[in-house]
């Protein structure tokens, strides 16, 4: 990947907490894909989650956004709390008016755009700001149309998805995140299911949101990005964070020999 090269925020001590995840449980039937996971992210900060397939790495990110629901343990987002931990029991979740309002902090992007493809480029974007925050046309087409030249697709606005290359699409979406003004970016693999010449495209717009200071939790492949953007890395197996460290750290000596064994597939 082309000139990538800029983690260099450096303490994590004194920014406020955007995302505090503590203990998570999380079972479908008697599969427990999450053990006990805990995270903190804070503000700016971009987080990499890297690991093996089936290690739990969508469904950590989708209990996060309230796609699926924990079993045990606490979610809170900038403060407020989505998701209680109750001793022995099951977590206890915020109203649905709350979990509603506390999920829309955070935009997520899928591996598989789930753009609209009836919807132009511009619809899709100004969909969900004016159906679910309310807002005019008149005050989000502007600001649709400077996400999309920001994203290099403002000569798109009036095609259609099917249109568009896989890259283009996924900038779209991401595109589509932001116009919700969310405080934090959640991304699934954003580029797994492009070609190789089209992820270096959608790669630079996270790394340009990165370089703004978005607070980002990045699932993804891409060893480059994780080394170069992200600041933390953290490494999943089987359910478990098995380890969690700086990423020039991480890449330079990781400390777990599955760590290392990963790598040395990945790289
Ligand atoms: N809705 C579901 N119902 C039942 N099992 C599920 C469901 N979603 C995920 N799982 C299981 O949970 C485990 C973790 O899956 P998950 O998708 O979180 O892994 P992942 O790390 O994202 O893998 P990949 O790298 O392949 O995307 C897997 O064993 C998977 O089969
Ligand atoms: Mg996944």
């Given at each position: ?11 994590q001590?004194?920014r ?51 796609l699926?629901?924990?079993d ?12 209680a931990?109750?001793?022995?029991e ?8 709350d979990v ?33 925050k ?7 087409v ?12 403002l ?5 259609y998805?099917t ?6 699409k ?19 693999e ?34 480059g ?5 992200a ?6 197996d ?12 991480f ?17």
């Amino acid at each position: 990947m082309p000139n990538m090269t800029s983690n260099s925020t450096a303490g994590q001590d004194a920014r406020p907490v955007m995302i505090e995840a503590r203990n998570i449980i999380k079972s479908f039937g008697n599969n427990r894909v999450l053990d006990d996971v805990s995270l903190t992210l804070g503000q700016g900060e971009v987080v990499a989650v890297i690991g093996p397939s089936g290690s739990g790495k969508s469904t950590f990110l989708r209990c996060l956004n309230h796609l699926e629901t924990i079993d045990e343990g606490s979610i809170r987002i900038e403060g407020e709390t989505m998701a209680a931990a109750v001793a022995g029991e099951r977590s206890q979740y915020a109203s649905d008016a709350d979990v509603r309002r506390i999920c829309r902090k955070m935009g997520m992007v899928f591996q598989s755009f789930n753009l609209f493809p009836h919807m132009t480029v511009l619809q899709n974007i100004i969909e969900a700001p004016i159906t679910v925050k309310g807002m005019a046309r008149a005050d989000i087409v502007p600001k649709a149309e400077e996400l999309l030249r920001k994203v290099g697709l403002l000569n798109k606005r009036d095609n259609y998805p099917t249109r568009l290359s896989g890259g283009q699409k996924q900038r779209v979406a991401i595109a589509r995140a932001l116009a919700m003004e969310p405080d934090i970016m959640l991304f699934d693999e954003p580029t797994s299911a492009l070609d190789p010449e089209l992820t270096g495209e959608v790669l630079r717009t996270m790394k340009q949101l990165a370089d703004e200071r978005m607070t980002m939790l990045v699932v993804t492949h891409e060893m480059g990005f994780a080394r170069e953007v992200a600041h933390r890395v953290i490494f999943m197996d089987d359910g478990r964070i098995v380890e969690e460290a700086p990423s020039a750290e991480f890449f330079a000596a990781a400390r777990h020999a599955r760590s290392r064994e990963f790598l040395a597939h990945m790289l």
